[in-house]
């Protein structure tokens, strides 16, 4: 699974975490892709990012963002998503500008290789 441009992603992430589907949410990225939350943890590979990103989904939070930033190079794209997650209730809990870097596969779809959540918005 991937997706056909990646100014595309941030809705196709949006769209399959808040429909709760880890398998097809996890398949947005390559088989090695790295993720991290807070530029220190990491989690590598499509089963750590599930395992990493599972509790968010099963918290009931949902995810609301888009695509603020797109650079071409080739196969590869690095995209920024703004970005927030929130509650039940509509309360926003976490919130911020991430970094990704994206690949075309031989399929022609787009994947993620690195997804940091906050890289677009820490400073360091």
Excluded at 3 to 22: C, K, Q, T, Y
Excluded at 23 to 50: C, H, M, N, P, S
Aim: aromatic letters at 10%; hydrophobic letters at 45%; proline letters at 2%.
């Amino acid at each position: 699974m991937g997706v056909a441009s990646p100014d595309l992603m941030a809705s196709a992430f949006a769209e399959r975490f808040n429909a709760g589907d880890i398998k097809g949410f996890v398949a947005l990225y390559a088989e090695d892709a790295v993720f991290t939350y807070d530029g220190v943890e990491k989690a590598v590979g499509r089963e750590q990012i599930e395992g990493a990103l599972a509790g968010f989904m099963m918290a009931g939070l949902k995810f609301r963002g888009q695509c603020v930033g797109l650079y071409l190079a080739g196969d590869t794209a690095l995209t920024r998503f703004s970005w927030e997650l929130v509650d039940g209730n509509g309360a926003v809990v976490g919130s911020g500008i991430s970094a990704e870097v994206q690949r075309r596969g031989p399929d022609g779809l787009w994947r993620l290789i690195i997804d940091d959540t906050s890289g677009g918005s820490r400073v360091s």
